[in-house]
């Protein structure tokens, strides 16, 4: 229990692990080693079609995650040059995650250099490389409601432009659009807006977030997985696309069905 609560008041206050180790009695580098043990989550098994139908009541179907990256910044690492040195000036390592309809963290990957970019932190990531190989279980394709004549539907995750467009990552249409298109593109908008604010809440909840963080990567990654698990756990209430063409399509379909009777909602007329 002692290890927990110290893990709580650090996350919480991000005050130094001297300060932190002189409240419970006990020496820094103790402090350390227990914030690095304790903050060791194992990967959580999504629900995906649960997240799917949660997503539906938000008005976008076959949805399965909201994704962006996050730049947790940290101390220039020791003979690192510029791999952690990011577009903003700083040194960070970044937070790709998928969120679902709730806020909640339903995948992570943690620790990817400053430098890349969020397209590239997902290529060279275990999450992108289990979607690029379909091991991550998605279900299987399946029709939007009532639009069957449109033929089975792949699940996908939603994303801005600095993402892919693949079979299943959905990202805007680009450059500035009328119409259709940009329906479409306030519906995911809409959706997307989730891992923003989850992000946002992350922040505002740990307050290690609002300053530099005085530890190694590999500490400051297992930090980052602590502050998700414990973000989860105070908001539960319960418990590989392929490129080109395939695509375009996938974005073009649920572009119509977002147009049509079938698939529109009243507020997006309003929006647009």
């Given at each position: 229990?002692?290890?927990?609560?110290?893990?709580?008041?650090?996350?919480?206050?991000?005050?130094?692990?001297?300060?932190?180790?002189?409240?419970?009695?006990?020496?820094?580098?103790?402090?350390?080693?227990?914030?690095?043990?304790?903050?060791?989550?194992?990967?959580?098994?999504?629900?995906?079609?649960?997240?799917?139908?949660?997503?539906?009541?938000?008005?976008?179907?076959?949805?399965?995650?909201?994704?962006?990256?996050?730049?947790?910044?940290?101390?220039?690492?020791?003979?690192?040059?510029?791999?952690?040195?990011?577009?903003?000036?700083?040194?960070?390592?970044?937070?790709?995650?998928?969120?679902?309809?709730?806020?909640?963290?339903?995948?992570?990957?943690?620790?990817?250099?400053?430098?890349?970019?969020?397209?590239?932190?997902?290529?060279?990531?275990a999450f992108g490389t289990a979607l690029r190989q379909n091991t991550l279980g998605i279900p299987a394709d399946s029709p939007l409601p009532g639009a069957e004549h449109l033929g089975p539907m792949p699940h996908v995750f939603l994303a801005d432009e600095a993402f892919p467009l693949r079979q299943n990552i959905m990202r805007p249409y680009p450059g500035h659009n009328t119409g259709e298109k940009n329906v479409f593109n306030l519906r995911l908008s809409h959706v997307r807006r989730m891992v923003e604010c989850a992000f946002g809440i992350l922040a505002s909840q740990w307050r290690v977030y609002r300053r530099v963080l005085g530890v190694s990567p590999k500490v400051a990654e297992n930090i980052v997985k602590a502050t998700c698990m414990l973000h989860n756990f105070l908001r539960w209430d319960g418990n590989p696309g392929l490129p080109g063409g395939a695509a375009h399509v996938v974005r073009d379909k649920l572009c119509q069905y977002f147009n049509s009777p079938l698939g529109s909602v009243q507020w997006q007329n309003r929006m647009v």
């Open positions: 229990m002692t290890e927990l609560l110290l893990l709580y008041r650090y996350l919480a206050t991000g005050d130094s692990f001297r300060s932190v180790a002189f409240c419970f009695r006990v020496g820094a580098s103790t402090a350390a080693g227990i914030v690095n043990e304790v903050c060791q989550p194992k990967p959580d098994a999504a629900e995906w079609r649960k997240i799917a139908a949660e997503f539906s009541h938000l008005d976008f179907p076959n949805c399965l995650g909201a994704m962006d990256g996050k730049h947790v910044v940290i101390e220039a690492p020791p003979s690192s040059g510029s791999l952690y040195y990011n577009y903003k000036g700083t040194f960070s390592i970044v937070l790709l995650a998928v969120v679902d309809a709730k806020y909640r963290f339903r995948v992570v990957d943690i620790g990817a250099y400053g430098r890349n970019s969020d397209g590239g932190t997902l290529s060279a990531s």
